[in-house]
């Protein structure tokens, strides 16, 4: 028994990890948005600082859009910024809870008029797909109610699928539709579509190329993730991941920053169902708010979390594991995990970065770089980019 | 606008709850079990008292068995023992969680004898709906894990499968499958039904004859339980309640005592997906522990709970409901809802009782009745029934 | 044995419940601020607001001010127009988390520069009490971390004694202190007054001028919150609530709203602890947000909803409770609880409202009054009152 | 800056964990409670098994007992006993949740009757210590109540401080009293000593002697542990922890299990308030339930993931930390915290163990003992040890 250092190195070099251009911008909670120095002013310069990231760690090749936010004229135009920059557009991300109108939902509301007008937009986001050759319309709905009696829970399902419906029958033979769960906020009674179980249902309604995306962030306390996990991949219903951490609700802090066991965890069970491959169709998304941390090292930082807990999970010895768990040894197959997890990675990682011709620290090497220096300046003037909340 | 109170009095008296024999037992927390007088020491017994239940509600006219803690020789003399006391036998518990052999797991064990033996039990259970003329199995599965690595997740579920469709093909025309999910509890770590998503995606694949069972203890905290009821009954796959409110965890109190409005909410959905009436096909069933408070009265108290709540949901002014969720009037809404909620509907249960040649007060009645200090004479020697954990 | 009518309606007439000005502004979560017509435009709109809210309950008759948000020149003034209105200033309560230097914390900052800045507006605001002439200075920091290690525990707990001591001193004789805890958000990690010990612990040290503040919407998942409000009349050290709701985390749902029980279980207390009277020195708050809602309406029917919980409080039978709970009989000390709570008080409030010469339909009566009307012209133009985030 | 490797090691040779005795014991959920073979029959065969733990570890030096589990005759002679099996007595637990008087409570009961046996027992514990010489008196408190209602919250407040105080007054000058808090179960509805606050407040009205207990499991989901770490240490009232580790309610599962990044974060608050020597008074304590799992080698793992997780601890560049924490350097700050907790300290602990002769890998050395083969022989017969629920 023992784990395959070569196949290791192998995997982790494929890895992929799409970082989402709103990352880049400012956010907040609703009690202060603090701004930053050096953030992004239009949807080219976010492109620019996510290229930076890519350009340190070598693993994260691709940009998910958010519509409006990172509304262009030319599409065409802004995937060509992407290539020459050394990066591709990722995701389109529908964005139907900012307009007045979607105050009481959007493909949910009672209102047909604003169903309609929500539905457009994803629509809408398709065509942005077709041009910017995304494959994947990631949906996140706000939509749910703030008190009970509010509205009509079996209702609100009724026209989600409706819209849904439409926007999957509009997807090309390549594109794919990722939907979201997430328990609450900004809803605070029901939430549309509040967990795993929901947005498989409709999945399964739709059909195989819809799939769901898990949010690290969207759980009750205590949802056990990594069961989810396993469980969409043995259904063949898992389609991303947005990574992040939390301690309390939705808290957006830097993936494996609040929890790195739970996150070395469920790359165990990606490994276990050989769905780390770029090929398997899995899409492994950051989707973070870095309040108070400066923006780009903090990408890079979740970045190598997420590559440090990828590694650990490959060195798992699953001949060894098997073996544990068939034979019922509780606290062997235990430590079987839990001699990879308490195993450092880094020293592996860094010889793996050298070995691509990329610094073994990426952070100490964008320190180094003067980009963050460069932006500051160049990017003292306009306005920066953000929620628009 | 308005409420037609003679359909909502028809309602109430076609209403059913079942309950569960083991409620009439000893039961505790892994502290301690504290016995009580005049505890049932044999499945009659229990019969007995529920029956004495329903004789003072009218509204409780089965009882769920369990199996083994009501193994008898013979089932068709139970089932008419049952009748004569006026109430009928429901549905059937399955156990496979109290033998030395399920340390690890029942039908997920990694031991494919244990799983056979597991899975013998369940069909052994069908075996006695046969007899008995019970409609429904109720399957709970405390399978799961108490450390990561354990055992392997989706092994777990290929097992569990495996066990559900063999089972299922066993049942009979008019038998169905009660899939029960749990959070946690004994297991610590994952649980192989852990929420109603599994237990869906479970029923779906084997078929019409398997619906979800919600115990409403069973969820992570802040988890929206109607909005769980409201999802499966538009999919159709709502099969039972477990019913007993938590402050915390499992706590198995008395229904409604924690979260009254909660209780009310659930009911709420019940009528406005037309699942009240017994010809829906969904059982109301309570599944509690009375550790510490006297058994028959506390189970007369939930039983009254659930009807309060129904009464409750069946005043709400649907007409005025859906006007002002149509208007997006928020407040409205939740006024209507509100409104019927404020309503003190105990007067309008005692003169449906009396209507019926009950008391008005079956708690008092009840009391007066010299039925508890007849049982605590009667059954002063012999083994009280108890969990036999 | 019984309750007597009189004495609970001279309680409900004496009851008293502060409104905040920003509840009239607009509010929403991090991914939108809904705007609605006619929200006040300035501190003098917000009081007038306030005052209708009064005029049609008749227990509101203070509200609660925010800086710097409601600052204005001349406070003496703004105290002025408040009587004229009908109501009087209330509790000041600080603000210390919307400038860019408290990115990183306000008292606790490691920044002395920083803290100095914070103390000093606290000390401003004792300076606006001493204007206003208004009891109450309530502290809530939001001060904390988002990631392990970001700051040290221990000395931010010293820095913000230090504050805390500073304040307390500069305090009038007839000048209190609440300070509020909040177990999470817009912090992430740690907190600085996380949880109700922690704020009690601090009090204490400070004297007896410093008093806890209970937001109902700020616990842990599970928390009993009767029992801190219990705990705290115990020891003197309960100095008010905020009141609002929540599913989740801090919703800032209308009070009762959610768990009108837990609501009626608190102001029991507060009974059961002679702590209703205005004279008790308790202040009784409601801090919510009507993101979604009509703003005046949600405020009256979150008055009428404490008052409801109170006259429910006030209607336990004390006696016969004592009784139950001195023999030991859970289910008849729980009867009694809950006979009151299921009482509808709406008819005895009514009552009570017209026999001091307001309608006993608040709602409606406001909804008759044209008071929206006006407010929607008149306020059509200017700069909307919010949070300023 | 940097780290001194040998006062890291003296660190680490110094500290003590003290073992339960019943955690060799049989134990379970209130569904089962499986047996495994080689369990104790005594406390002596406890101590032995203890004592096995301490001879691989080095670490584990004492243990505590719990009374009557593990009541014997001669308490000198059971030190002695302990003593020539190379370890001491530790810390003595009460136990007033086990006897039928107790249902509704110990020192907290409404009866004056059981409160008075209660607190007799607590002070019997106390005569033990005094042939036991231990330091240490535990009290946890299963107290509480199931339903609103139930009995009054502060008389049992009440009833709870004149118990504490008989007791406090009758220890010796060199006895402590620890007050353990719970969030839950037991009691279902209100616990009496439901928080770190309520036991600290009780602890401060009884003096120097009392000092709070936290168990790592006892606390609502998302309690901040490390904060409360912090908390005590600065106010000089923290007197013991009760390890083991959780994912959802008081699992007990194997400390640093299930989140050993949060146990990481613990052990630093401790050190960084130097209080991880024995000399500071400071009980490191486990409290587990190995349910499923082989005892003795689950033990031993747990003492080494307490190690590790201070080992960790101790290796954190403290200064490197002070000085990002003063700049404000978030990322840097957290970054020095992680890299700690990244390092893999397995080599420095059996290169420790093996500079005092023992082998460097506790658990193949214990399988490798023929310990466990000669304790299944050896207790064979007789009645195992549990908790006697």
Chains 1, 2, 3, 4 share one sequence.
């Not at 929901?198 to 999945?203: G, K």
Request: charged share 25%.
């Amino acid at each position: 028994m023992g784990t395959d250092m070569t196949s290791v190195q192998d995997a982790l070099k494929r890895q992929e990890i799409e970082l989402p251009s709103w990352a880049f911008g400012n956010s907040g909670t609703r009690f202060k948005v603090f701004t930053q120095p050096g953030v992004p002013r239009s949807p080219q310069e976010k492109i620019a600082d996510a290229a930076t990231v890519h350009r340190f760690t070598g693993v994260a090749p691709s940009v998910a859009m958010h519509i409006p936010w990172d509304k262009v004229d030319d599409y065409a135009e802004l995937s060509a910024y992407a290539k020459e920059q050394g990066v591709r557009l990722g995701a389109i991300n529908s964005n139907v809870f900012q307009d007045d109108d979607y105050k009481l939902g959007s493909v949910t509301n009672p209102d047909a008029r604003i169903r309609r007008k929500a539905t457009d937009h994803l629509l809408e986001c398709v065509d942005i797909m077709d041009a910017t050759g995304s494959r994947d319309l990631k949906l996140w709905f706000s939509d749910g109610t703030n008190y009970p009696g509010q509205d009509d829970i079996q209702d609100r399902q009724d026209r989600l699928a409706t819209a849904l419906k439409e926007v999957y029958d509009r997807l090309g033979d390549d594109q794919r539709m990722l939907l979201e769960y997430k328990l609450f906020e900004p809803a605070f009674y029901t939430t549309d579509v509040p967990d795993w179980g929901t947005s498989y249902a409709h999945c399964l309604e739709l059909g195989p190329k819809a799939t769901v995306c898990i949010d690290t962030g969207h759980h009750a306390p205590g949802t056990n993730i990594e069961f989810i996990v396993a469980f969409l991949l043995r259904v063949k219903k898992l389609g991303a991941f947005d990574f992040n951490s939390r301690f309390y609700a939705d808290d957006d802090l830097m993936v494996g920053s609040a929890d790195p066991f739970q996150l070395f965890r469920i790359m165990s069970e990606i490994v276990r169902g050989n769905a780390l491959d770029p090929a398997s169709g899995i899409a492994f998304m950051l989707d973070q708010c870095h309040n108070i941390e400066v923006k780009i090292p903090a990408i890079i930082r979740s970045v190598m979390n997420v590559q440090e807990a990828t590694a650990k999970a490959l060195l798992v010895d699953r001949e060894a594991l098997k073996k544990a768990q068939a034979e019922g040894d509780v606290l062997e197959a235990n430590a079987v995990l839990m001699d990879a997890y308490n195993t450092d990675v880094r020293p592996l990682l860094a010889d793996l970065r050298e070995s691509q011709s990329m610094d073994g620290d990426p952070i100490a090497a964008y320190k180094r770089s003067g980009y963050f220096e460069q932006i500051v300046q160049d990017r003292a003037d306009g306005q920066q980019a953000g929620w628009g909340a």
